[in-house]
């Protein structure tokens, strides 16, 4: 869900670049966060809660909020709504599908 | 063991508060190392593509994007000035050695003087449900929508009716997004009366006294329960209804960043008027540690003016205390700024900030002007429903109807008192006035009024119409602001719509105002009816119409 025409903005997006979410090949594009992208390809589940496996997505946007971590290219808690996405960058959920035993 | 650089001042954050902190400070000499944690620099600034309010002096007129690009570019060629960007500060310690992590390195400074200008975050509200993805900050919607450009959802349910809530909902519309309500929990909206009068007009209802109760969805949000309020704050039993949307926005509140402050071991109190724990300081924004000064939302939750022109405060106090050279010319400065700020802050919108200041002790040296304090208008009925009642609307009409015989004649409906002075300053007819403050109502001179149409594209908060009332013997022609997508072409027909958003009656597009000097608020004269020209406020352009 981009937005193409704007009434007040005009977006100056970067050059169209390939990145991996969960092993699957997503188009985003240069200079834009790793979660505005996920976004864009209507990606709203970032992860799970530890235990009771609910789904968790962004809230603040700005770094704050410890809601959008993801690992990234194999560095775990990264904060995808501050981070740059990059060319060929593999970004992956973090405790989906993870059993916690007690 | 790398080595630690000795700096003269240390700006940390790069948004409006630090900028401004920053460039005081600078053009005075001061060697001034600016940090930002983000890879730009703008702190929320970036997503404010709406027109400030405030005195002219300080940008008031032009969007937050359009003050940040003058910003900026100030920084970028001011000397003095090293900007650090992708670099957090991490640590502060009790020699005021600070560390800053930039690509993967740590690096040690050893600044005389400081300036934190970190921000707020946003603040978060409990209801059944709250952790779904679709629930965001109304701040991560505006960073989506208005940075890069992607939406957060299709349709938008707003909890809170403070500005920040009511400028995003405007926002959302622009973009495409569909409001379902903005629901507020106190009795009445809070933010400024004109932002939430420019969304009733669009059709968007505003619920006061009403709460979520919780959000419904299973992997995102799907829809929403709310519930209406009584006078205690406690829920109406069987008022609850389902209202779907695919989104939640929070706009609850905003509470400074004082991390960083706190390792310091600056002094910090809790004060709810201003947001949550605030460091204590001085009129000249030093905190409880010497040489280390605060700015903007960190010093306590308020807008981009004030936090800008604390920033000058704090920027040119340092340069005064380092002292290169003009020291008398400094404090002059300074005086200015404090007397801007005591300005921003005299009317009935800043009692809460007076009242915040106070417990820290603060207030200026002087007594705020109680006359300007108390609103002059009773506006109850506008700050319930967001739109004005008859007694106001009477109040800013001509007292005789035959007034509107001489021609167009423009018609303010902005009954708030607020720091705001565009429409007073963009008439090339003297025909506005604010009787001398700022927080003061503004009123149009129909004498002098020409109906020229300036103060429709220039007022903050599309407030501004002109009404030609006998423009032939059966139609008036009203103009109304505008800044939606598709723009209207000249003698089309548009929807025309009273100030609840309800549909009045077709109308024709006969001149558009939509240049430079517009700056994307285009001026539109839309032919009605006669007997609908005081009642006609907004048009929609149906998309598709232009073949």
Same mark, same amino acid.
Request: charged share 25%.
């Given at each position: 869900?981009?937005?193409?025409?704007?009434? =007040?903005?005009? #977006?100056?997006?970067? &050059?169209?670049? +390939?990145?991996?979410?969960?092993?699957?090949?997503? %188009? *985003?594009?240069?200079?834009?966060?790793?979660?505005?992208?996920?976004?864009?390809?209507? =990606?709203?589940? #970032?992860?799970?809660? &530890?235990?009771? +496996?609910?789904?968790?997505?962004?809230?603040?946007? %700005? *770094?704050?909020?410890?809601?959008?971590?993801?690992?990234?290219?194999?560095?775990?808690?990264?904060?995808?709504?501050?981070?740059?996405?990059?060319?060929?960058?593999?970004?992956?959920?973090?405790?989906?599908?993870?059993?916690?035993?007690? | 063991?790398?080595?630690?650089?000795?700096?003269?001042?240390?700006?940390?954050?790069?948004?409006?508060?630090?900028?401004?902190?920053?460039?005081?400070?600078?053009?005075?000499?001061?060697?001034?190392?600016?940090?930002?944690?983000?890879?730009?620099?703008?702190?929320?600034?970036?997503?404010?593509?709406?027109?400030?309010?405030?005195?002219?002096?300080?940008?008031?007129?032009?969007?937050?994007?359009?003050?940040?690009?003058?910003?900026?570019?100030?920084?970028?060629?001011?000397?003095?000035?090293?900007?650090?960007?992708?670099?957090?500060?991490?640590?502060?310690?009790?020699?005021?050695?600070?560390?800053?992590?930039?690509?993967?390195?740590?690096?040690?400074?050893?600044?005389?003087?400081?300036?934190?200008?970190?921000?707020?975050?946003?603040?978060?509200?409990?209801?059944?449900?709250?952790?779904?993805?679709?629930?965001?900050?109304?701040?991560?919607?505006?960073?989506?929508?208005?940075?890069?450009?992607?939406?957060?959802?299709?349709?938008?349910?707003?909890?809170?009716?403070?500005?920040?809530?009511?400028?995003?909902?405007?926002?959302?519309?622009?973009?495409?997004?569909?409001?379902?309500?903005?629901?507020?929990?106190?009795?009445?909206?809070?933010?400024?009366?004109?932002?939430?009068?420019?969304?009733?007009?669009?059709?968007?209802?505003?619920?006061?006294?009403?709460?979520?109760?919780?959000?419904?969805?299973?992997?995102?949000?799907?829809?929403?329960?709310?519930?209406?309020?009584?006078?205690?704050?406690?829920?109406?039993?069987?008022?609850?209804?389902?209202?779907?949307?695919?989104?939640?926005?929070?706009?609850?509140?905003?509470?400074?960043?004082?991390?960083?402050?706190?390792?310091?071991?600056?002094?910090?109190?809790?004060?709810?008027?201003?947001?949550?724990?605030?460091?204590?300081?001085?009129?000249?924004?030093?905190?409880?540690?010497?040489?280390?000064?605060?700015?903007?939302?960190?010093?306590?939750?308020?807008?981009?003016?004030?936090?800008?022109?604390?920033?000058?405060?704090?920027?040119?106090?340092?340069?005064?205390?380092?002292?290169?050279?003009?020291?008398?010319?400094?404090?002059?400065?300074?005086?200015?700024?404090?007397?801007?700020?005591?300005?921003?802050?005299?009317?009935?919108?800043?009692?809460?900030?007076?009242?915040?200041?106070?417990?820290?002790?603060?207030?200026?040296?002087?007594?705020?002007?109680?006359?300007?304090?108390?609103?002059?208008?009773?506006?109850?009925?506008?700050?319930?429903?967001?739109?004005?009642?008859?007694?106001?609307?009477?109040?800013?009409?001509?007292?005789?109807?035959?007034?509107?015989?001489?021609?167009?004649?423009?018609?303010?409906?902005?009954?708030?008192?607020?720091?705001?002075?565009?429409?007073?300053?963009?008439?090339?007819?003297?025909?506005?006035?604010?009787?001398?403050?700022?927080?003061?109502?503004?009123?149009?001179?129909?004498?002098?009024?020409?109906?020229?149409?300036?103060?429709?594209?220039?007022?903050?908060?599309?407030?501004?119409?002109?009404?030609?009332?006998?423009?032939?013997?059966?139609?008036?022609?009203?103009?109304?602001?505008?800044?939606?997508?598709?723009?209207?072409?000249?003698?089309?027909?548009?929807?025309?719509?009273?100030?609840?958003?309800?549909?009045?009656?077709?109308?024709?597009?006969?001149?558009?105002?939509?240049?430079?000097?517009?700056?994307?608020?285009?001026?539109?004269?839309?032919?009605?009816?006669?007997?609908?020209?005081?009642?006609?406020?907004?048009?929609?352009?149906?998309?598709?119409?232009?073949?």
């Amino acid at each position: 869900m981009r937005i193409q025409n704007h009434p =007040i903005l005009c #977006f100056n997006r970067g &050059k169209q670049i +390939k990145f991996y979410y969960n092993g699957k090949e997503l %188009i *985003g594009y240069e200079g834009e966060t790793i979660a505005a992208a996920l976004y864009a390809n209507g =990606i709203f589940k #970032f992860s799970e809660s &530890k235990k009771l +496996k609910r789904p968790r997505g962004i809230f603040c946007a %700005i *770094g704050h909020c410890s809601s959008c971590l993801m690992t990234v290219d194999g560095v775990p808690n990264v904060r995808t709504c501050i981070t740059p996405l990059k060319d060929g960058m593999r970004v992956e959920s973090e405790n989906i599908g993870v059993e916690i035993n007690e | 063991m790398s080595k630690i650089q000795n700096l003269e001042l240390l700006v940390v954050g790069g948004g409006p508060a630090g900028l401004s902190a920053a460039l005081a400070a600078a053009n005075y000499g001061i060697k001034v190392s600016l940090t930002e944690e983000r890879e730009f620099l703008g702190g929320q600034l970036i997503k404010q593509t709406h027109r400030f309010f405030g005195s002219e002096k300080e940008y008031a007129g032009t969007r937050g994007i359009d003050i940040l690009k003058k910003l900026i570019d100030e920084v970028n060629k001011n000397n003095n000035i090293e900007v650090l960007l992708s670099s957090r500060v991490l640590g502060i310690y009790e020699d005021n050695i600070v560390t800053i992590l930039n690509d993967h390195k740590m690096k040690k400074y050893y600044p005389q003087s400081i300036i934190f200008a970190t921000g707020a975050s946003e603040k978060f509200l409990a209801f059944e449900n709250n952790d779904l993805p679709g629930i965001f900050g109304a701040g991560a919607v505006q960073t989506l929508m208005n940075v890069y450009g992607v939406l957060p959802a299709t349709n938008v349910l707003m909890i809170g009716s403070g500005n920040i809530g009511l400028i995003v909902c405007y926002q959302l519309l622009q973009a495409g997004v569909k409001v379902a309500a903005i629901v507020e929990a106190a009795p009445k909206i809070g933010g400024y009366s004109v932002h939430a009068s420019k969304l009733r007009r669009l059709g968007v209802p505003i619920l006061t006294s009403h709460t979520i109760k919780k959000a419904i969805g299973k992997e995102k949000v799907e829809g929403a329960v709310i519930c209406e309020l009584d006078s205690n704050w406690n829920e109406v039993k069987g008022t609850e209804q389902l209202i779907k949307c695919d989104a939640i926005c929070l706009s609850v509140g905003l509470t400074p960043l004082v991390d960083l402050l706190k390792q310091r071991k600056v002094k910090t109190t809790y004060v709810s008027e201003l947001g949550g724990y605030v460091p204590l300081r001085d009129e000249n924004m030093e905190t409880s540690i010497k040489n280390l000064f605060v700015a903007g939302d960190v010093s306590g939750i308020e807008e981009a003016t004030a936090a800008m022109i604390e920033g000058q405060i704090a920027g040119l106090s340092v340069a005064k205390r380092i002292g290169k050279n003009s020291k008398d010319e400094i404090e002059e400065r300074i005086e200015e700024a404090k007397n801007e700020l005591e300005l921003l802050r005299s009317g009935p919108v800043g009692k809460k900030i007076r009242k915040g200041l106070s417990k820290l002790g603060l207030n200026h040296g002087k007594n705020y002007n109680e006359k300007f304090s108390e609103e002059a208008l009773d506006i109850s009925h506008l700050m319930k429903t967001g739109v004005p009642s008859e007694e106001n609307l009477k109040n800013k009409l001509p007292s005789e109807e035959k007034v509107f015989d001489k021609g167009p004649i423009a018609i303010s409906e902005c009954f708030q008192r607020f720091p705001c002075d565009p429409c007073v300053k963009s008439c090339p007819f003297n025909a506005i006035s604010e009787n001398g403050n700022i927080n003061n109502i503004p009123y149009v001179d129909f004498e002098k009024c020409t109906g020229c149409g300036i103060c429709v594209s220039k007022c903050p908060g599309l407030a501004m119409f002109v009404i030609h009332k006998n423009f032939s013997e059966t139609t008036s022609v009203v103009i109304m602001p505008y800044e939606f997508l598709p723009r209207p072409h000249k003698g089309e027909i548009v929807k025309v719509f009273d100030r609840e958003g309800k549909y009045l009656c077709d109308g024709k597009v006969i001149r558009i105002l939509d240049g430079k000097f517009q700056d994307k608020t285009a001026a539109v004269s839309i032919e009605i009816p006669k007997e609908y020209y005081l009642q006609a406020r907004n048009f929609k352009v149906e998309e598709g119409n232009h073949g």
